[in-house]
């Protein structure tokens, strides 16, 4: 983000106002739209809104810009010799279509996130830096070429990734696949979006767990998608709630996220599984399991996938690098029947022609490689580390206004307050005090929930983190 050169000779009032031109002229606010309030971009800037409000004076003596009480400041419409009437209506644009913006709270923690990084952040599911096997990659990257073409590769994906990928399920999850079968994607949201685009129609009625991580994505809404609910207990959803909802709303599909689910952490029981497959197979049902978490279980070993146990083709399995790996490598996969994962190429190819072949390259080598082993080793104890330092801390800070039960694995930690407290007010008290987090309601629950994710966190701001948001949930009680 542009920022005033505070040693430049030139005053401030203008740096700003000839960035602002500059935005204008390249075409980022067209004549007639609204720019952003005097208060909004001071923040933003880091300058006093006095020097904002000079700015503005600058380009309305310039005639760039016109003020208009009660609307705010907006670019000229005759400035730049372009009629009203030809202009765009670039807001109608953006406040349409069929693909919904992300949730207001998404939004608003992103938006605190890019204006102050500073922020301790309980909010982003994905690894820290320092999980992340930057070392291994960089080496494996000094030791191969990955260079030798750079065109367009097969739309299903890189073929040595999915045969890597075909040793990679079978050792560490139970699932025998072919090439043929695996879809790679850009990861785990990009495979949910091509099942919903491609697979479901609108108007179809679907299962998907509650609360879960599929609430916080509107591209389910933007297909058209009718959802349904399957309530999650301590031991995951019950087959039966499946049977029910085909019975009344014909459901055409279930998500789950079975192992480690996001965001309560839970593993489905044993017995539940079994059900759940057998419901399917009655029902004639697709189930599109999400599994990045299970390889991060702390002890023992990671729980089956349902799709180990799928003997009649049920499941449409789903994987990522993003939760074990590097989020940034882009990573991800669908194990489907051979026709899914052609028809699904086939839609992707028509999107991008393909992911980069670099980074298939580089999760080949490092799948294959000595190094994967050894990472995932290290992961789970620093994960491990992660959460009993956050669970330590909340016990320390609220140990009367919080309950949570402690996840054997994966990111998340998913806590109920005690009190009755608004997600946005409670929101805005973190942020305020430099703290983010997720709001429960994000993931369909009601509000009194909140979402924890230790692993983006640094470990020395975790206690840091949970003192802030004490502080926030005690002003938002008391408030």
């Known amino acids: 983000m542009w920022k005033p050169d505070r040693h ?36 933003e800037l880091g300058v006093n809104r006095s020097t904002v409000i000079m700015a503005f004076d600058e380009l309305r003596a310039t005639g760039i810009v016109e003020r208009r009480t009660g609307s705010g400041t907006r670019v000229s419409t005759t400035k730049w010799e372009i009629a009203p009437k030809h202009t765009p209506n670039w807001k109608r644009y953006a406040q349409g279509g069929q693909f919904l913006p992300n949730l ?4 608003k ?11 301790i952040d309980f909010a982003s599911g994905e690894l820290a830096a ?14 191969h070429r990955y260079t030798s073409y750079l065109g ?30 695996i879809l790679v994607t850009s990861g785990s949201q990009q495979s949910l979006y091509l099942i919903t685009q491609c697979l479901l129609s609108p108007g179809d009625a679907v299962a998907i767990e509650d609360p879960s991580y599929c609430y916080s994505l509107p591209m389910f809404q933007s297909a058209g998608l009718r959802l349904f609910r399957l309530p999650v207990d301590p031991y995951g959803v019950h087959p039966e709630d499946v049977r029910a909802l085909y019975k009344k709303h014909r459901i055409k599909m279930v998500f789950t996220n079975p192992n480690f689910h996001n965001p309560t952490g839970t593993v489905l029981a044993a017995e539940r599984r079994k059900q759940l497959l057998e419901a399917a197979s ?3 049902l697709p189930i599109v399991e999400d599994d990045p978490f299970s390889l991060t279980a702390y002890e023992g070993t990671p729980p ?8 009649i083709g049920s499941v449409l399995y789903i994987g990522s690098f993003s939760k074990i790996a590097a989020s940034g490598l882009r990573i991800g996969w669908m194990v489907a029947p051979r026709e899914i994962a052609e028809r699904l190429a086939d839609a992707r190819q028509q999107m991008d022609f393909g992911l980069s072949v670099i980074p298939q390259q580089v999760a080949a080598q490092f799948l294959s490689s000595s190094y994967f082993a050894p990472h995932l080793k290290r992961l789970r104890m620093q994960l491990l580390f992660k959460r009993d330092l956050l669970v330590e801390a909340l016990n320390k800070e609220l140990p009367d206004l919080i309950r949570f039960a402690v996840p054997s694995g994966g990111l998340h930690l998913w806590c109920k307050l005690v009190p009755e407290i608004h ?12 703290v983010v987090f997720v709001p429960g309601s994000v993931y369909g629950s009601d509000s009194g929930f909140v979402r924890f994710t230790f692993a983006r966190a640094r470990t020395e701001d975790i206690p840091a983190g949970v003192a802030k948001f004490a502080e926030a949930l005690r002003a938002a009680i008391g408030g």
């Open 109 to 119: 923690i992103r938006e605190a996130l890019t204006r102050d990084p500073s922020l």
């Open 282 to 284: 009655e029902l004639a």
């Open 130 to 143: 320092d999980l992340a096997p930057i070392n291994e990659i960089a080496a494996l990257m000094s030791e």
């Open 423 to 434: 997600d946005g007010r409670l929101l805005e008290e973190g942020i305020r005090r430099g």
């Open 8 to 43: 430049s000779r030139q005053p401030l009032y203008e740096q700003i106002a000839d960035h602002i031109e500059q935005r204008i002229a390249y075409g980022e606010f067209p004549p007639g739209s609204l720019l952003p309030s005097e208060r909004k971009l001071a923040a």
């Open 304 to 311: 089956s996938p349902l799709k180990s146990m799928d003997e």
């Open 152 to 181: 367009y590769d097969n739309p299903q994906g890189y073929i040595p990734l999915r045969q890597a990928l075909v040793s990679y399920l079978a050792e560490h999850r139970n699932i025998r696949a072919t090439e043929a079968s």
């Open 104 to 107: 207001p709270f998404m939004r």
